[in-house]
């Protein structure tokens, strides 16, 4: 995915797809409908 | 969302318990895309997608004001205002996708053992993004693999970001104050 303009509060999040570490895929379009907390962390 | 690969990931995840779905960005497409350069971050979305309050650098649910937000969010209360960032993601939209572009590159390398190759991509993402601390421990990952197994040397990743700012600054890559890490 290429993107130049960064996403910020109060616009919409893009739809993305990413791997699940459990096997699968995580479409986040198909979260709608839910609120969301979104934790980002590394494990460095 | 963890941002090294799912490996590396699974123990932490195991070890918390976690009941949520966990996915994995080694391409680093939701840093570009959200434009933060250190985790650990906290992102708040509505039913409609959208995005209503975000902490970037920082975030723990061990910390009673970020859980606060997150509470009142789930009350149906406005979350408030969200925190500032230290280094809003100043890059142009050629450098971004540069840096997206060599990173990718660099972990392309690092997956055929090519790892010299996958460093020097990475050295060159990270000197069009010096701020970016994602990158700068992807590099100290393939470089220094014994002060992060088995277990995490904080201490030795403290000193050494402050010796290569130092460099860095004596190199002119950022300038007299160097360069403004954002350290979570």
Redo the contacts between chains.
Sequence with gaps: MMTAMTTTVGQTLPDLTLPRLDGGELRFADLRGKKLLLFMWGSW | ????G?D???P??EQAGATF?????EHG??S?????KA????????????????KYGG?S?DKPADVEV?ER??RGEAPGP?PVRDAP?TLG?VE??LV?TKLRLGRLLDSLNRRDEAVTEWRAALQLDPENL?IR?QI??ARYPER?HPT?DWDWQREQLTREREDEVAAGICGPDGCPVPWA
């Design positions: 969302m963890e941002h090294t799912g590396a990931a699974r932490f995840v779905p966990t996915v994995v960005d497409v939701t570009t895309l959200l434009g933060f985790v650990p971050n906290g992102v708040l979305v509505d039913e409609d997608g959208v995005i209503r309050w975000a975030f649910i997150v969010f789930l969200s993601y939209p971004r996708e997206e994602v421990k100290w990952v992060f995490i």
